[in-house]
């Protein structure tokens, strides 16, 4: 199994919108060019996440997109997922990575740099850093990071950084300017009326900048 960090990783999300179940987002995302699903549901019961993460993994691979499991280390091993992301109150990512073997992707999210870098020790393969600007996602204990604070965790962390949090298509080329690898939206593009259309635009930006920037 390869491992692929993306540039855009789309969080599929089924409470910031009612139109689209997982699956119909992750299958437009995908269309619009996101290259990481990354599927997360706090509400479902076990069984319902394994359901649901099965028809991601297959429609994922078919397309040939990474699909990570946020928080469920047992699902992500049971449906044979490309990794894992995990948060800060979760198994922890030296953990995890025992679990899931050195193949498998093994995320972990970082509010600070000192987070960040014990993650990176830890074995992580990338650095979910934030959130950067004002969110309703989620409720967040802390300020916006802001893209100083991303240009300061890019430029100490030898693993790929993938900024999240109030990420949008007004903002996002600014946090690549910080030295992010990727992004990570939910509302972006899940709450868009069109989220492979949302996606799109986002995407030919990512692609413009990295052309630009020599990447």
């Known amino acids: 199994m390869t491992k692929r960090i993306g540039h855009l990783h789309v969080l599929t999300d089924e409470t910031v919108q009612n139109r689209f179940t997982h699956l119909e987002l992750a299958e437009r995302a995908i269309d619009g060019g996101a290259d990481t699903i990354q599927f997360r549901d706090k509400n479902k019961s076990t069984r319902?996440?394994?359901?649901?993460?099965?028809?991601?993994?297959?429609?994922?691979?078919?397309?040939?997109?990474?699909?990570?499991?946020?928080?469920?280390?047992?699902?992500?091993?049971?449906?044979?997922?490309?990794?894992?992301?995990?948060?800060?109150?979760?198994?922890?990512?030296?953990?995890?990575?025992?679990?899931?073997?050195?193949d498998r992707i093994v995320g972990g999210?970082?509010?600070?740099?000192?987070?960040?870098?014990?993650?990176?020790?830890?074995?992580?393969?990338?650095?979910?850093?934030?959130?950067?600007?004002?969110?309703?996602?989620k409720r967040k204990p802390g300020p916006p990071k802001g893209p100083d604070a991303v240009r300061e965790v890019s430029a100490a962390l030898s693993i790929p950084v993938v900024a999240i949090g109030g990420i949008d298509?007004?903002?996002?080329?600014?946090?690549?300017?910080?030295?992010?690898?990727?992004?990570?939206?939910?509302?972006?593009?899940?709450?868009?009326?069109?989220?492979?259309l949302a996606a799109r635009e986002i995407r030919s930006g990512i692609d413009s900048f990295f052309k630009r920037s020599g990447s």
């Open 109 to 137: 999210t970082a509010a600070t740099l000192a987070d960040a870098l014990a993650a990176q020790r830890e074995g992580a393969d990338y650095v979910g850093f934030g959130h950067i600007y004002p969110t309703g996602s």
């Open 48 to 102: 319902e996440l394994l359901a649901v993460a099965a028809s991601l993994v297959r429609l994922c691979r078919s397309r040939g997109v990474p699909l990570i499991i946020n928080d469920r280390v047992d699902v992500a091993i049971a449906i044979g997922a490309d990794g894992v992301h995990l948060g800060q109150q979760d198994i922890p990512v030296s953990v995890a990575r025992k679990l899931v073997g050195p």
């Open 169 to 196: 298509r007004g903002n996002y080329l600014g946090v690549f300017e910080a030295g992010a690898w990727g992004i990570a939206v939910i509302a972006a593009v899940c709450a868009s009326p069109d989220p492979a």
